[in-house]
């Protein structure tokens, strides 16, 4: 079962459904979040120490590997009061244990996770146009699948299954073998830089549907890895709270709005279609972001529903 759930083209066509009728992808009125039916379906969420293991398959410059790492660092709330200024990703990431604390039980504790393994496929080994089968088998070598979120990253010159014109990204659950029922959980997130920046890294590109406004500097100056962890972050906040389908979610089971999708296109407030909100601007690259992370990084990450107000929730 996979879930795209940081999909910015599907958001962006389903902004303006939301204008006349319902869901939108960019921005909620506040009328619309404050009427959401999110809902616990009783299942089992991610808890307690949960390892994070990246695949990077393609492509990717020590650099770019840096942004992302830096960002899965920046999630440890024990790195918040040192060496994150607010507000920081730590901040951001503490909104998912509000999910935690509404559930009275033993096998949903909060959930601590860091950075363990990485692998780097720089040879394509499974070439550069690949299906979503392919997509979990590479998955699947991360290690630790039990108790680890196994996350395969491609460069931007990979092709995959439904890439572009139907999801950014995707988050699901699979089988560790035929003879167990044990699952794991994985992301996949895509470089959107040269193949649809406009669907996938919007607000850093002008997008291709919608009010067209000014595309936002990129806080780490890579449109395309910045976008990447904007659906990164999306994907993991409904990992977390959505593993196996039966978490927390909105609308239909096999395509629901999720911790973070369910505020699509809400960066701070204030936003609207076509507009973010109200973000912080680095002065000296004039960059848009939201969040601090270690480093000195700065992020812009998605706002995140917050189920004891039932309201998207933004840093700024």
Known sequence: ????????????????????????TSRL??????????????GQLLSGKT???LIWYGKFTPSQRAIITDFITSLSSSSSSTQQPQPSVATWWNTIGKYYHLIN???????????????????????KSLTSNQLIHLASKGGQQVNAINI??????VTV?????????????????????????????GNSEIQCPGQCAWPFHQPIYGPQSPPLVAPNNDVGLDGMIINLASLLAGTVTNPYGN????????????????CPGVYGKGAYP????????????GASYNANGISKRKYLLPALFDPTTLSCSTLV
């Open 247 to 262: 978490g927390y979610y909105q609308g239909p089971k096999y395509g629901p709005l999720e911790a973070a999708s369910a």
């Open 29 to 42: 009125t506040e009328s619309t979040q404050q009427q959401m039916a999110f809902q616990y379906h009783k």
């Open 51 to 53: 390892p994070i293991n």
């Open 105 to 127: 039980s033993k096998n949903n504790k909060p959930i601590s996770i860091s950075l363990v393994n990485q692998a780097i496929d720089q040879t394509y080994s499974l070439g």
């Open 1 to 24: 079962m996979a879930f795209s759930s940081s999909n910015m083209f599907l958001q962006i066509i389903l902004l303006f459904c939301l204008i006349t009728t319902s869901l939108g």
């Open 274 to 285: 076509g507009y973010a909100g109200n973000l912080l601007v680095d002065l000296t690259t």
């Open 161 to 189: 299954e439904g890439f572009c014109s139907s999801r950014c990204g995707t988050h699901g659950s699979s089988y560790i073998s035929k003879n167990t029922h044990q699952k794991f959980t994985y992301i996949w997130v």
């Open 152 to 157: 395969v990253l491609t460069s931007s010159d």
